[in-house]
């Protein structure tokens, strides 16, 4: 009697190492390509070309480390690029952190005709693709160019049209995460604030604010992450390269080079690349939050 | 005395009003600047896609005033030579990328990663997300050298051993690559959904199932995956309402190439005519005709979805309002 319930107390045993070694043979062989994508765009960057994953010298031997691939850093073009997006992410940053705590406290706090209506509405332009409307915003952005004063800051080919649109398309989701962050602060010391006669809008800037902080930060490192790697926004919106941003400017390395200056352009990558792996490795659990927060997920 | 108490109320009741008004005021003044916003680039755009979608606007009229031509280029659509061949093309790109990756993959890597360790189970899942948070244009940058001509491949490096001839796998086989990129961006999402609504499910029925002998198999048929119907459907019917819409991979891996509309999907078509031709000739009209169409389901889906995952029920009342 004994001996069979340590038996099958073994066969269990067994049976279940070898369900997790089964589990993590496929998980290790699901993320190989991720794996070897980065790997690559590693060895390229400090190597003179590569074939498959190894790096190859002038010679054709294997090896042949070297910076060479790093001298753009001397271009001034990479610096003004760099700084175009960091002014889109940086936009997209403030913009939809403001407009949305903005209306997230409106629609937390107040009740007002209209209000249901425009969260219905806010959902609905959540599941909604906004990119099928690229078409048209092209030629709002063309009529915001014709609007004196506006024209230069917010028009068509313009950092500030680029950072607009972006914004706006994501409000949708600010608003929703906003609203949902002011949901859970307590009504209490507010309300104290609000009988000392202090203004709606002192009590959002001084008490209510400052409680979200944490819900604030997710969403600007979501913002800053969108606006750093944007692609087909500025690719549509601008024309040249005085308003190119990185991915942008890395585009048009891709699409006009011979195969050889692959290396250059995996350096460009990787440099785009850095900030957003420092984001990665110190917020990974916000920016879970914030995707199972109801981000729509690109694809 | 009558008449006073009139009088008094229709004062209370005036200056009752005046609170609301200025209530109301002070709500739409927090609420403006994300209406304006809303109402540019979501409300006028898809007026503006209808109305120029039944004119003939084009990089060479432009200057001209709009010229209608109603449904023709509706009609034109349906009549292009490669209408069969682009439908055909997005089905296959929504259904393949959803039931192998969005749905698929996500649901395998949630149902593994939570089978182990669940630190472990937690690295593998930041690693699934590195393709979604890495910029587009890198990330197709590393999959076009994965997909590369020989000698410069990687995958060919890697299929060497095994005996398999070195080719250029982009140009020879650009579907399953549109696949695999978009899939690896597209499985963390439901990854992530699927993997908190199994985490959810009380450990007890899943034990209970293995006291009673059942095996791995049968637990996930029998109880995790009846639980998790809803986050099943909730995920399925958006993403293939994002896949529907996508394009921006698709235009950085082959730009619906190679050689005639190979890989091109519906709303890259409504793109490339609108915005980006190789000719510089734009046309607005007919592309705005593809992308209207885009927009008419999206509608329809979004409606569809909010009602069936009753997020009305989220629209709650708020928490206080008045003193």
């Not at chain 1, 332009?125 to 915003?137: D, E, Q, R």
């Not at chain 1, 068509?156 to 929703?176: C, D, F, I, Q, R």
């Not at chain 2, 709500?27 to 979608?53: C, D, K, M, Q, R």
């Not at chain 2, 389901?297 to 009305?312: A, E, H």
Request: hydrophobic share 55%; no cysteine.
């Amino acid at each position: 009697m004994e001996t069979t319930t340590i038996e099958t107390g073994r066969l269990y045993g067994l049976k279940r190492i070898l369900g997790s070694a089964t589990a993590y043979f496929l998980l290790i062989l699901s993320i190989l390509p991720i794996l070897v994508g980065y790997a690559w765009l590693l060895i390229a960057t400090f190597s003179y070309r590569t074939e498959g994953l190894f790096p190859i010298d002038a010679q054709g031997n294997i090896g042949g480390w070297t910076l060479r691939n790093w001298s753009f850093l001397t271009d001034p073009q990479i610096w003004r690029v760099t700084l175009n997006s960091l002014g889109i992410a940086l936009g997209m940053v403030v913009g939809v952190g403001f407009v949305s705590s903005l209306a997230g406290y409106g629609l937390s706090r107040m009740n007002f005709p209209g209000r249901k209506a425009f969260l219905s509405l806010t959902l609905l332009l959540h599941a909604f693709p906004s990119v099928t409307l690229l078409i048209a915003i092209f030629f709002v952005l063309k009529f915001i160019s014709k609007i004196p004063g506006l024209g230069p800051l917010f028009g068509y080919n313009t950092l500030g049209g680029v950072a607009l649109v972006m914004v706006s398309l994501e409000l949708p989701l600010g608003v929703w995460l906003m609203k949902g962050f002011f949901d859970n602060i307590s009504w209490d010391v507010e309300r104290a604030a609000l009988i000392d006669g202090a203004s709606r809008f002192r009590v959002w800037w001084e008490i209510i604010l400052p409680q979200i902080k944490p819900g604030l930060a997710a969403l600007a490192i979501f913002n800053f992450l969108s606006g750093w790697s944007a692609f087909l926004i500025p690719f549509t919106f601008t024309v040249g390269s005085k308003v190119a941003n990185l991915p942008v400017y890395l585009r048009q390395l891709m699409s006009e080079t011979a195969p050889t200056n692959w290396n250059q352009i995996a350096a460009v990558g990787l440099f785009q690349l850095i900030p957003v792996l420092i984001f990665f490795l110190f917020t990974q659990e916000l920016l879970l939050n914030i995707y199972t927060g109801g981000a729509k997920g690109g694809v | 005395m009558s008449i006073a108490v009139a009088g008094d109320t229709t004062a209370a009741r005036r200056k009752w009003d005046w609170a609301r008004v200025r209530a109301t005021l002070g709500a739409w003044g927090f609420l403006a600047p994300a209406a304006i916003l809303v109402t540019v680039f979501f409300f006028i755009p898809v007026i503006i896609l209808f109305v120029i979608s039944l004119t003939d606007l084009s990089s060479s009229n432009f200057s001209e005033p709009l010229h209608f031509v109603w449904i023709e280029n509706y009609a034109r659509l349906f009549r292009d030579r490669f209408f069969p061949k682009i439908l055909l093309n997005t089905v296959r790109y929504v259904i393949l990328t959803l039931g192998f990756f969005n749905v698929g993959m996500a649901l395998v890597l949630a149902l593994l990663t939570t089978h182990i360790n669940r630190r472990a189970g937690f690295f593998f899942r930041m690693i699934w997300l590195l393709p979604r948070i890495t910029p587009s244009v890198v990330y197709i940058l590393m999959w076009r050298r994965i997909a590369h001509q020989p000698p410069f491949g990687i995958l060919n490096q890697l299929l060497a051993p095994f005996g398999v001839e070195p080719r250029y796998w982009l140009f020879e086989q650009p579907w399953l690559f549109v696949i695999l990129v978009n899939g690896f961006v597209g499985a963390s999402f439901g990854m992530i959904i699927f993997t908190s609504a199994i985490e959810s499910i009380p450990r007890d029925y899943i034990m209970a199932a293995k006291v009673d002998g059942a095996s791995t198999w049968q637990v996930i048929r029998d109880i995790i995956l009846p639980l998790i119907r809803w986050p099943l459907l909730f995920v399925t019917t958006y993403q293939s309402l994002s896949l529907l819409t996508s394009f921006e991979y698709i235009l950085l891996l082959t730009e619906g190439g190679p050689g005639l509309y190979t890989t091109e999907v519906w709303a890259l078509t409504a793109y490339k005519r609108a915005l980006k031709t190789y000719f510089g000739h734009n046309q607005w009209g007919y592309g705005a005709a593809w992308g209207f169409i885009l927009v008419l389901i999206g509608l329809i889906l979004s409606i569809i979805y909010l009602r069936v995952f009753r997020f009305n029920e989220l629209v709650e009342e708020p928490k206080i309002d008045v003193l």
